[in-house]
């Protein structure tokens, strides 16, 4: 535009001069003298200048033009003070690409539509938190096959129901042509799944009802959008590929679309199957037609114009009728007293569900909070940054307006520099949010790299951030602005530099630097409450000796192997093969090691006539070695051993919880119980008793255990554990080694130590204690700026003042004292001020806290002190400075 | 030479009037003619012709083109667009409303 403007006034100069030039040449034709005809030409023509501004504003272009003058002005004044400029930019920076970093993970944990056709129209019956098969009766979250197709026949309220597993499986299969077995995430889903959802392919078709009509019939999948671009390279002959997975050869009959990522926020599988297929895919569940078969998380969509209350009450009506009549339900006295008091809950489907977002929702509301506060810290600091400026200056405002300046004109220049301040500061803050929430993501997903997160800065997201520069600049910039113009011109050309108003704006400031002092303290108290929690948690015995152990995923049932004999076969045969390596000291396979899931059924116990519901203990089959490997203690009996074979009498290890809320009387050694049903009751020996371990996360209640031995227990152990002395990269590469010299085809996974699996189930606490801390300290830094820079002010002020004194004898200490005395008081009010918020803040996040009070006074007056002595620092420099004032010089400053 | 005031109002006239007149015009032309007709009563100012040139480029009434003089200087040609014959038309019995009813003032003893 500014071109343009050049432009115009280019040509209209060139236009009025052959004018004047016309008349001139008209008036020596006429006979007048050659200088006097120039001299009437100019004079007849006028102002050239003032004729070219009304031209111009004719094309409403002045403000374009003052607009970029000002900018010009603006972009030279803040590099005139770099330092100045550099930390307003910084605190922008930070301040804004905190808070975008963060709202767009929230935004994509808690709050994005699914991508799908009316999200709002989505219910999901339970709270899609349980995951698992349960045999549990009757179970309001987790469904089987046949009620599923019960409800979808039976209901009046949905225009459709689908289903989906409520696992994922994670297989390895082979993609026609490529020798290498690979990792899949496969998502098995009812054939009504993609018509409910409205989902189109990108390409071929996605699955339908005729998918899922009959058992093992339709070897179907869709493949996503990101495994089609990372696995196949976005080849177009997909649709021609085959997948082979087990034994079972599927064909890839679609590409899903690329926004599509399932249901499950966290969770994007690769491929979806049809649910008639489930057996065919490793581990081969087989609960298609099985009533007790629980496992599915049911999903409808509304018909139009039913309400949320009606599609409640119809669908806890069908819940107990299909219930009374399902096939293959054990109605016994006790069931269907529980079915009587059991509900359905239906919950809006609109932004899918998550695991992900139950376990994050509430720390990530926390560090909006704590990045919301950081951003008011950085704003305090730019409007300290701009008061200062235009106090600085006052004189030079002052001496254009009495050059004619326009009073309007001179405050859109001072909100316009402001404006370039943030809107410089809001880029470099959308550049820092992009790197900071890809990195956000992985600390939350932290190295489960199957799951993913769909973050992305949105649109939505940068005018946000636009926004909150914007109103930043606006806000901090207009009150110095209107200051700066509406004092007395002559009382401004007077005062000389820097002395005009000095009262009001120290009282601003100061106002400005109390409260970051309180904000900081605030957030390092904060910062101090979760790096505390996060240090006991990881002090909390697990019950395990989680050092010098390596664990390993296999995964045997996609090499092929079933739950038979040959398994258990293939197990020994590795641990024998994993011992005998030298740095080796014990191994083991289980189904479990920590936080990874559970396995449990109700229990009974021999001489008692009901079971246990009340009780739940925790299953795992495991090695004969899986103590030692573990290092976990043995209290009393004995652990398995070689006497403990398919053939032989049935024994489990339990542990002490299990052994006290179980078998309360006498030793439960020799005592018998079982699983799942009460002829069971006397299946199984307890042959010894071991100390309790942690079954999911650090801070849980100690919970009943089980262990049986493999050997008697066939089934797939995904888990592998080898206590080792050395080094740990050369142990990993020759277990790999040993077990692909057992069997080549065996897929290896997850591949890590025991303690890097326990850290990785503190990932929101760690989220938490990292983030917090570094915004903690981020403020103090800030703060400190802040301090230093009203400390500057003042000293500069007051320079004379100082001179004054010095010269009338005060020491340099004593002005030492003076200015750092002035900091202190600021401090003491700020914290005075700070730590009843601080403790009230605390009180709020008491339950994420792990073994330390809300008002721990360790952390209150460690953050007290840390902030003190920074701010001692902040204010000692301008203090020196002051003390450095050769008094002469300083009576002569005006 | 004593040369009269324009009547407020009327410079759009005159222009839109001399435009219409001939093909196309530089600005020093239309000021001449202007001149000529009025058989020098009536005196552009050249402060007042190219802002108003400016006004009417805006509001479409006139179109403007870069030419050559006879004399071979570069010169903004103006010509009268549609809308600007409209616009005569309107100004034009505006005008003349104004005139007979000063005249009617006037005239009325």
Redesign the interface.
């Given at each position: 535009m500014l071109v343009r403007g050049e432009v115009f006034a280019r040509?209209?100069e060139?236009?009025?001069r052959?004018?004047k030039?016309?008349?001139e040449q008209e008036l020596v034709a006429d006979g007048v003298d050659a200088s006097e005809a120039r001299y009437a030409a100019n004079r007849?023509?006028?102002?050239a200048m003032?004729?070219r501004e009304?031209?111009s504003q004719?094309?409403g272009w002045e403000w374009i033009e003052h607009f970029m003058q000002d900018v010009n002005y603006g972009v030279r004044g803040m590099l005139r003070s770099p330092g100045t400029t550099l930390v307003a930019l910084l605190s922008l920076a930070l301040g804004i690409g905190a808070n975008t970093a963060i709202f767009s993970l929230t935004d994509a944990v808690m709050l994005k539509s699914l991508p799908v056709k009316d999200p709002a129209g989505l219910v999901l019956f339970g709270s899609g938190l349980d995951q698992g098969i349960s045999d549990g009766f009757p179970n309001p979250e987790l469904y089987s096959y046949p009620f599923y197709r019960e409800m979808q026949k039976r209901n009046q309220v949905f225009s459709d129901v689908a289903a989906s597993f409520s696992m994922i499986d994670h297989v390895h299969g082979f993609i026609e042509g490529r020798s290498d077995a690979e990792a899949m995430n496969i998502q098995l889903v009812s054939g009504t799944y993609f018509p409910m959802l409205g989902v189109q392919a990108e390409a071929g078709r996605m699955l339908s009802e005729e998918d899922d009509r009959k058992k093992g019939e339709r070897a179907v999948a869709v493949v996503s959008y990101a495994w089609w671009t990372h696995s196949l390279a976005r080849d177009p002959s997909v649709l021609n590929k085959k997948l082979t997975i087990g034994p079972t050869v599927f064909s890839i009959v679609g590409v899903a679309p690329p926004e599509f990522f399932g249901t499950k926020v966290g969770e994007a599988p690769d491929i979806w199957i049809p649910l008639a297929m489930q057996k065919e895919i490793p581990p081969g569940w087989d609960g298609y037609q099985d009533s007790m078969f629980e496992s599915l998380h049911l999903m409808a969509r509304l018909k139009p114009g039913v309400t949320m209350t009606e599609a409640n009450a119809d669908s806890n009506l069908l819940f107990q009728e299909i219930l009374h009549g399902l096939p293959g339900v054990p109605l016994n006295q006790e069931n269907l007293q529980e079915l009587d008091k059991t509900r359905v809950e239906l919950n809006s489907m609109a932004t899918g569900f998550s695991r992900l977002r139950y376990e994050f929702s509430e720390p990530l509301k926390i560090l909006m909070g704590v990045v919301g506060l950081v951003l008011l810290i950085a704003c305090a600091n730019i409007a300290n940054l701009l008061l200062a400026r235009s106090t600085a200056r006052a004189r030079e405002l002052a001496v254009r307006q009495a050059l004619g300046a326009g009073r309007s004109r001179l405050i859109r220049q001072l909100l316009t520099e402001s404006l370039v301040l943030a809107l410089a500061g809001g880029a470099l803050g959308v550049a820092f949010a992009a790197w900071a929430s890809h990195l956000l993501s992985r600390m939350v997903l932290d190295g489960r790299d199957a799951l993913q997160l769909n973050v992305g800065v949105d649109m939505r997201l940068l005018l946000f951030t636009l926004g909150v520069s914007v109103a930043t600049a606006l806000l901090f910039g207009t009150i110095p602005a209107f200051r700066a113009t509406t004092q007395t011109l002559a009382n401004s050309l007077k005062e000389g530099r820097g002395q005009s108003n000095a009262p009001a704006k120290g009282r601003l400031a100061t106002a400005l630097v109390v409260s970051q002092v309180a904000l900081s303290l605030v957030l390092l108290v904060v910062a101090g409450l979760f790096v505390r929690s996060l240090v006991n948690l990881t002090k909390v015995d697990t019950g395990f000796n989680r050092e010098n152990v390596i664990r390993l995923g296999i995964d045997a049932s996609s090499a092929g192997y079933k739950e038979d004999t040959r398994l258990a076969d293939l197990y020994r045969r590795i641990e024998e093969r994993i011992n005998a390596l030298p740095g080796v000291q014990v191994s083991s396979f289980s189904i479990f090691v920590f936080n990874e899931g559970t396995w449990n059924n109700s229990i009974w116990v021999q001489g008692y006539l009901s079971g246990h519901r009340d009780v739940t203990v925790f299953h795992n089959a495991v090695g004969s070695d899986y103590f030692a490997a573990m290092g976990i203690p043995l209290l009393a009996g004995r652990t398995f051993g070689p006497q403990d074979t398919a053939t032989s009498p049935k024994v489990g290890v339990i542990g002490e919880t299990m052994a006290r809320t179980l078998f309360p009387r006498g030793s439960p050694i020799g005592q018998r119980y079982g699983h799942g049903a009460p002829e069971h009751s006397s299946d199984i020996e307890v042959i010894g008793v071991v100390k309790d371990v942690k079954y999911w996360s650090l801070d849980e209640n100690p919970k009943a255990g089980d262990y049986l031995p493999y050997a008697q227990n066939v089934r797939y152990l995904k888990d592998f554990e080898v206590r080792y002395v050395g080094d740990t990269g050369a142990m990993i590469s020759a277990i790999q080694q040993t077990i692909h010299e057992v069997d080549r085809t065996l897929p290896i996974s997850d591949v890590m130590t025991l303690d890097e699996q326990v850290a990785r189930s503190v990932t929101n606490q760690r989220l938490l204690a990292q983030l917090s801390t570094f915004f903690g300290l981020l403020a103090i830094f800030l703060s400190c700026v802040g301090i230093y820079g009203l400390m500057s002010y003042v000293v500069t002020r007051r320079t004379n003042e100082i001179g004054i004194h010095m010269a009338l004898g005060a020491d340099r200490g004593k002005v030492v004292r003076m200015v750092v005395s002035g900091a202190m008081l600021q401090i003491a009010v700020g914290l005075l001020i700070g730590i009843p918020v601080a403790l009230a803040g605390g009180r709020a996040l008491a339950h994420q806290l792990f073994g330390v009070k809300s008002y721990d006074p360790a952390v209150l007056s460690a953050a007290a002190g840390l902030l003190v002595i920074s701010a001692l620092v902040a204010g000692l420099v301008p203090a020196m400075r002051a003390a450095s004032i050769d008094p002469m010089k300083a009576l002569r400053t005006e | 030479m004593n040369r009269e005031e324009l009547l407020p109002g009327t410079l759009h006239l005159l222009i839109l009037k001399t435009l219409a007149r001939n093909q196309q015009m530089h600005g020093y032309e239309i000021a001449r003619s202007i001149q000529q007709f009025s058989q020098d009563v009536l005196q552009v100012e050249e402060g007042s012709l190219y802002p108003a040139l400016q006004r009417m480029l805006i509001k479409g009434w006139v179109k403007a083109e870069w030419g050559v003089t006879a004399e071979n200087r570069r010169a903004r040609y103006y010509r009268l667009t549609a809308a600007g014959r409209k616009q005569l038309e309107v100004e034009k019995a505006q005008f003349d409303r104004v005139i007979q009813a000063i005249a009617r003032v006037i005239q009325t003893a």
């Open positions: 040509e209209l060139e236009e009025m052959l004018h030039d016309l008349k007849q023509f006028g102002n003032n004729l009304r031209g004719a094309w | -």
